[in-house]
């Protein structure tokens, strides 16, 4: 052994002793370690408490767009295919054609039955306007006829009555005539009178009796007169309500005018019908997007409500984050929120729109029944709205995982 070495030795270590082990000393240093290792934790826990308080995080979210399935609202076969998967495609472009053959004869058929009910009506139109006018002169012609025959009737009566004077009259200068003849001859035979005057007495009696038979000849055309005017009066009376049946021909023909107006507004629908159906045999993109499932060839049958195209829309994109039951008590829209895109690996910050009204497992197609016995209580997620900035909309992709973090303070 060296000089050195016997220096160093510990002088209460006999000599050929074996050293104490090393590993002693280190065990006491292991409660400080433990304690130092704990005291850190604890101040990272701490400090990860406070600089996390106020913030709900979950990575249960995807973004959500604009996707659409593009069905058929017609039958037919597909004429053309103008798409492919991955095009950008503007609102109102044309993605497919359905044969329209079938769809443009029915709208020619359409057109014609149109043509035909508009010219049903004009003409009913026409016959009303001729009705009226010949009804209107047909009527006031009868009621016109019927004073004339009235006045007519007064008329005869006044010359019956004129021809009953008359009569009278003729028939008192006729008595007369006869007593004067009467008296004439008897005094002709007495010698009383001369021939000569009886001669006149016997002319007057004879022109008196001519005249009788004259006024009674007067008197009974009078009365055939009247006879005659009553007559024409009640064919005028007759001609007036034949007249007035014509108001009732107006109305029929007004009737068949609303008939021929209605037969052309269902002409006019049924047309339409047909143009629109020509029409959905183009399927046309609603909004700009990208195609993104194409599942139609030419050639191929579709019928009503075939899917045909999916197409995902270029913008409008959001985040639907579904948060826990425990997570949402001091959520409230407007709130900001950031969030991670896994696929871009980039954050954004948007703002939270809205909370659903309902948890996710309601809208599931067979509802818990929580009543039926077998309960296990198990957390519920709630869907929240987040939008979108300008600057991620054109770059996430919906169905994208996101984390999101809401800053509830």
């Known amino acids: 052994m060296s000089t050195d070495d016997a220096d160093e030795a510990d002088p209460a270590v006999p000599v050929g002793a074996p050293a104490p082990a090393p590993q002693a000393k280190r065990r006491s240093l292991r409660p400080f370690i433990f304690a130092g290792i704990l005291g850190t934790l604890a101040v990272f826990g701490l400090g990860r408490l406070i600089w996390t308080w106020g913030e709900e995080t ?25 798409v492919t998967d991955g095009q950008l495609v503007k609102k109102g472009d044309v993605l497919a054609l359905i044969d329209d053959g079938d769809y443009a004869v029915r709208e020619a058929a359409a057109q014609a039955d149109l043509d035909a009910a508009t010219a049903v009506r004009d003409a009913a139109s026409a016959q009303m306007v001729a009705l009226t006018g010949t009804t209107a002169a047909n009527l006031s012609g009868a009621s016109a006829g019927v004073k004339s025959a009235q006045a007519g009737i007064a008329s005869a009566e006044q010359v019956v009555a004129q021809a009953q004077g008359a009569l009278t009259a003729a028939q008192a200068r006729a008595s007369q005539a006869s007593a004067d003849r009467l008296r004439a001859e008897q005094l002709v035979a007495t010698g009383g009178m001369t021939r000569q005057m009886a001669d006149a007495a016997v002319t007057a009696d004879d022109s008196a009796r001519a005249q009788l038979v004259s006024a009674q000849a007067g008197l009974a055309a009078a009365q055939a007169g009247v006879t005659g005017s009553r007559e024409r009066w009640a064919q005028s009376v007759a001609s007036e309500a034949q007249a007035r049946t014509g108001d009732a021909q107006v109305q029929a023909a007004v009737a068949q005018i609303k008939a021929a107006e209605a037969r052309l507004r269902q002409s006019e629908a049924n047309l339409q019908a047909a143009r629109l159906n020509r029409g959905y045999t183009a399927i046309v993109a609603p909004f700009d997007a990208v195609v993104s499932k194409r599942s139609v060839e030419v050639g191929q049958y579709v019928a009503p409500g075939t899917g045909l195209i999916g197409i995902v829309g270029t913008e409008g994109f959001w985040v639907m984050a579904n948060f826990k039951e425990t997570q949402i008590a001091d959520m409230k829209p407007g709130q900001r929120v950031v969030v991670d895109v896994d696929g871009l690996g980039e954050s954004f910050e948007g703002k939270l729109e809205a909370l659903a009204g309902a948890t996710g497992s309601r809208f599931a197609l067979l509802p818990p029944d929580n009543a039926s016995g077998n309960f296990t209580k198990v957390v519920q997620r709630v869907p929240v709205h987040v939008s979108l900035p300008e600057a991620a909309q054109a770059r996430v992709r919906a169905g994208e995982s996101a984390v999101v973090t809401v800053y509830t303070r």
């Open 58 to 82: 979950t990575d249960n979210a995807a973004v959500e767009g604009h996707v659409v399935t593009l069905a058929a609202r017609v039958a037919g076969p597909i004429a053309e295919v103008r």
